[in-house]
């Protein structure tokens, strides 16, 4: 025999954990003496004035300092300038044969570097 259950519904709600909280209007302000004041981020740096640039030097001045540092460069000094161009060629040929590279328009110049720092050329 079957027998079926019945249910009879509840008419009253159920209980919950709702929490009532007050009106917006009615919510007071917290005191500011019970607050914490924030932290200081700011560093305290002393003041320190400024110094007086130097004097700028004179143009004349600047311009003989240029003309007799470029008057005093030798060939031994820059030795990207040759003294001799053909010389410093056969120099540069022969440092490629005796080292062993083939002599072509990348090498050459670090063939020639390498004659003058030899004194080949």
């Not at 509840?10 to 500011?32: C, D, H, Y």
């Not at 005093?72 to 053909?86: A, L, Y």
């Not at 120099?91 to 003058?116: C, D, H, N, Y």
């Amino acid at each position: 025999m079957t027998t079926s259950r019945s249910t009879k519904k509840s008419t009253t709600p159920a209980k919950s954990n709702v929490q009532v909280t007050p009106e917006e209007g009615r919510i007071e302000p917290v005191l500011e003496e019970n607050k914490i004041k924030p932290a200081s981020l700011e560093v305290a740096t002393p003041s320190v004035k400024p110094e007086a640039p130097a004097p700028a030097a004179e143009k004349e001045k600047i311009e003989t300092d240029i003309r007799t540092k470029l008057n005093k460069r030798t060939d031994s000094e820059d030795i990207f300038v040759p003294s001799n161009p053909v010389a410093l060629e056969n120099a540069a040929a022969s440092v490629a044969k005796t080292e062993g590279f083939e002599l072509t328009r990348g090498t050459s110049i670090g063939a020639r570097l390498m004659a003058q720092a030899r004194k080949l050329a």
